[in-house]
C-alpha cells in the first residue's frame, strides 16, 4: 500500500518568495502532522489536523507559516516571504487512530538562498 | 511542558555486539506513548518500537528491545546482534493519549555500527 507521499522532495527558492508543501497522507487516516527538522536537531512540531476538527496551530513559528488540508485528506504547508532561517527537512505524518503509530513521508528539503 | 532528552549525540558499536541508547522524558501526564524513530539518510521516519506507559511489561521487536522504567522516566533502546544497517540517527519521543496528538522529539542519537 501506498505511504505518506510528500512533494517536492526539494526545493531551492530565493529568500522572500513564497513556497508550497505537499503531503499526501495514508489513505483513511484522519490525522495529519507536519514537522520540521532543522539541521542537526530533533523534529519540532508545527501543526495538526485531526478530521474536521479545528486544526492545533500551535507550532507553527510565525504567522508566515499557515497550513490547509482539504477534503480531509491531501495537505499544503505555505511558507510566505521565505528567510534563511526557515532552510530546513520538512515532514509530514499521518496517523489513523489515537493509539496508532504515526507514519511519515521522506520529507521536503527547504534551502533558501 | 514535556520533554524528551537524549544525552548521547553519537553511539558507536561493533558489528554484532549489543549497545544501549538513552532517553528519558518529563511529563505530568498518566497517560501517554513512547517511541523510538529510526532515521537512515533516506530522511524517513521508521518506527523501531513503542511503549504505552500503562504497560508494565517492557516492549520487544526481534533484536530491539527497551528497559521503561515509569518512575524514572527513562526509556532506553537495546538493539542486539548490531547490524550494518542499523547505523542511523535514532530519535526517541513521546505523546499523551488516548486521541491524536503530535510527538515530542529528543534531539536524537547518531549510531555508528563498525564493521
Known amino acids: 500500500g501506498a505511504g505518506v507521499s510528500q512533494s517536492p522532495s526539494n526545493k531551492v527558492t530565493e529568500k522572500g518568495k513564497d513556497v508550497e508543501l505537499r503531503c499526501d497522507p495514508i489513505?483513511?487516516?484522519?490525522?495529519l502532522y507536519w514537522y520540521r527538522q532543522s539541521l542537526g536537531q530533533g523534529l519540532e512540531f508545527l501543526i495538526y489536523f485531526q478530521g474536521n476538527s479545528a486544526p492545533d496551530k500551535s507550532g507553527l513559528p510565525s504567522d508566515r507559516f499557515s497550513a490547509e488540508r482539504t477534503g480531509g485528506s491531501v495537505s499544503t504547508l505555505t511558507i510566505q516571504r521565505t528567510q534563511q532561517e526557515d532552510s530546513a527537512v520538512y515532514l509530514c505524518?499521518?496517523?489513523?487512530?489515537?493509539?496508532?503509530?504515526?507514519?511519515f513521508g521522506d520529507g521536503t528539503r527547504l534551502s533558501i538562498l | 511542558a514535556q520533554t524528551v532528552t537524549q544525552s548521547q549525540p553519537e553511539m558507536s558499536v561493533q558489528e554484532a555486539e549489543t549497545v544501549t541508547l538513552s532517553c528519558t522524558y518529563d511529563?505530568?501526564?498518566?497517560?501517554?506513548?513512547l517511541f523510538w524513530y529510526k532515521q537512515p539518510p533516506s530522511r524517513q521516519m521508521i518506527l523501531v518500537i513503542r511503549?504505552?506507559?500503562?504497560?508494565?511489561q517492557n516492549a520487544t521487536e526481534n533484536r530491539f528491545s527497551v528497559n521503561f522504567q515509569k518512575a524514572a522516566k527513562s526509556f532506553s533502546l537495546k538493539i542486539s546482534d548490531s547490524q550494518l544497517g542499523d547505523a542511523a540517527m535514532y530519535f526517541c519521543a513521546y505523546r499523551t493519549g488516548p486521541g491524536n496528538t503530535p510527538l515530542v522529539f529528543g534531539k536524537g542519537t547518531r549510531l555508528s555500527v563498525i564493521a
Open positions: 511529563t505530568s501526564e498518566s497517560d501517554y506513548y
Open positions: 505524518a499521518s496517523s489513523q487512530t489515537g493509539r496508532q503509530p504515526q507514519h
Open positions: 489513505s483513511g487516516h484522519t490525522a
Open positions: 511503549q504505552e506507559a500503562y504497560k508494565q
